[in-house]
């Protein structure tokens, strides 16, 4: 399969080649003609993106593979947190953002449960895979690529 992902990423074209398909690189505003004309099979990308960009009408196959883990930041500057806030302001703040990474994930799953299932309802098959054979597949493909993030990322992200 000819799978769209985006340019110049080597790490999703060397992951998607371990998958065992043809990654070709696509612009995003590309890729709903190029699933109509056959110039890509599919794509990966989030799944919101996914619908909302209506890929869905293009592509009737979904397959969940919760290959990627999408992280959301909360930032600030050092100097501020060093210098300017107290202790009890830090730890308000560690707290809240603890609290929002919750509600975040719950409003996430809600999101994505709806749209599987408006999905389906417009004809879309949908398929859980097995996520052990998309991990033991790039386990070449991470050990190549620790020298960029280190042995203590890796460990943090990988699955048991």
């Excluded at 056959?38 to 592509?59: F, K, N, Q």
């Excluded at 389906?120 to 620790?146: C, H, Q, R, Y």
């Amino acid at each position: 399969m000819k799978i769209r992902i985006p340019a110049g990423n080597k790490l999703y074209e060397d992951s998607w080649a371990a998958y065992g398909t043809l990654p070709v690189a696509l612009a995003m505003d590309e890729v709903y003609t190029g699933l109509e004309q056959g110039v890509i099979d599919g794509c990966e990308m989030p799944i919101d993106t996914l619908y909302y960009s209506g890929l869905h009408e293009a592509a009737k196959y979904l397959a969940l593979t919760n290959h990627m883990m999408y992280l959301q930041y909360i930032m600030i500057n050092a100097d501020i947190w060093n210098n300017q806030l107290t202790e009890e302001e830090r730890t308000i703040f560690n707290e809240t953002a603890a609290e929002i990474e919750e509600y975040h994930n719950e409003l996430m799953k809600k999101m994505i449960d709806e749209i599987v299932e408006d999905m389906k309802s417009k004809g879309v098959t949908v398929t859980e895979i097995n996520m052990k054979d998309f991990i033991d597949a790039t386990i070449p493909v991470l050990e190549k690529w620790m020298d960029d993030w280190g042995r203590d990322v890796y460990d943090a992200f990988r699955p048991n």
